[in-house]
């Protein structure tokens, strides 16, 4: 029997300081048009923002977030770029074979840098992460997650079910 263990599912509990990894999928063309659809959208042109309410979808290249309501901050000179965005609401950011989900999630469109905060559940193939915060750099596809991070691995898969 003892021979069989390491072919079970493992599942860890690290310290809070938190875990690197490779968010396999998630990297992204952070040059290409951030596209949004969403049921409502109000707009201040005083402050240069907007906020996109009900079944909120963006995709930028191959990546996908989805959330309830995102606030959508423009760059200086009008809404033609975008700066940042922050989604609240069942959030949802899938890209390639790897998805995650969170309460809030932190798009610095400039720095190419999505930071997903509380619950966060990272699902890459068979494999499953879990923690409080999750930081993700988009041009390189590197992640942190921290806060009582919990792993839970398939026996004979890597990240991104390969």
Do not use: C, H, K
């Not at 042109?45 to 995102?70: E, K, P, W």
């Amino acid at each position: 029997m003892l021979r069989y263990l390491p072919a079970l599912a493992l599942v860890v509990a690290l310290p809070a300081w938190g875990q690197n990894l490779t968010f396999g999928g998630m990297r992204a063309d952070t040059s290409a048009p951030v596209e949004i659809a969403a049921d409502a959208l109000a707009v201040n042109q005083s402050d240069g923002t907007a906020v996109f309410t009900g079944n909120v979808v963006i995709g930028q290249g191959a990546m996908r977030l989805s959330a309830g309501r995102v606030d959508v901050t423009y760059a200086e000179g009008g809404t033609t770029r975008i700066r940042s965005l922050r989604a609240e609401g069942d959030v949802t950011l899938v890209s390639g074979d790897d998805a995650a989900e969170a309460q809030e999630a932190l798009y610095d469109v400039e720095a190419g840098q999505v930071t997903l905060i509380g619950d966060v559940i990272l699902a890459q193939g068979g494999n499953v992460l879990t923690g409080q915060r999750m930081e993700v750099d988009l041009a390189t596809g590197a992640a942190r997650v921290e806060g009582r991070v919990r792993t839970i691995l398939q026996p004979g898969q890597q990240g991104g079910g390969n």
